[in-house]
């Protein structure tokens, strides 16, 4: 199963960056892309490499008109084949070494392999930063 993490982004290139490398540390499978509005496409990219942070590979930025945050999302999740979506926001830390094979197997054990995930937060009793399948 394939599992793509994606992050549309505005504003705040230092939170994507951190994000993207904390991404990075603790995934070994899964690809994130970020969807960045066109006038700061090149802003990001300046400041990814400026900060020595990868833009390729398993982490891509894409750029296209001011269309939000949900169309954005939705607008990644249609050009990219993957069976996991994941929804994040650009503040987010991943912290657990491995999460991304975990949800992969996971997954692949629903019935159907048809489910929702969760990751743990401290926010409640409630599904936040939807994994989906």
């Not at 540390?25 to 090149?42: C, E, G, M, P």
């Not at 894409?62 to 994040?88: H, M, Q, T, W």
């Not at 990751?119 to 994994?131: C, E, L, N, T």
Request: negative net charge; aromatic residues 12%; hydrophobic residues 35%.
């Amino acid at each position: 199963m394939k599992l793509l993490v994606a992050c549309p982004s505005r504003d705040r290139s230092g939170s994507a960056i951190r994000m993207s490398k904390s991404f990075l540390d603790t995934s070994t499978v899964a690809n994130l892309v970020f969807y960045i509005d066109r006038d700061q496409y090149y802003q990001y990219g300046d400041d990814f490499d400026r900060a020595g942070a990868q833009r390729t590979g398993r982490i891509q930025i894409e750029g296209g008109e001011r269309i939000g945050p949900v169309n954005a999302a939705s607008k990644l999740c249609e050009k990219y084949d993957a069976d996991i979506f994941a929804f994040v926001p650009d503040d987010c830390t991943f912290k657990t070494p491995g999460w991304d094979e975990y949800a992969i197997e996971l997954a692949e054990s629903m019935p159907g392999k048809l489910c929702v995930i969760s990751p743990a937060h401290p926010f409640g009793d409630h599904i936040d930063i939807p994994f989906v399948t």
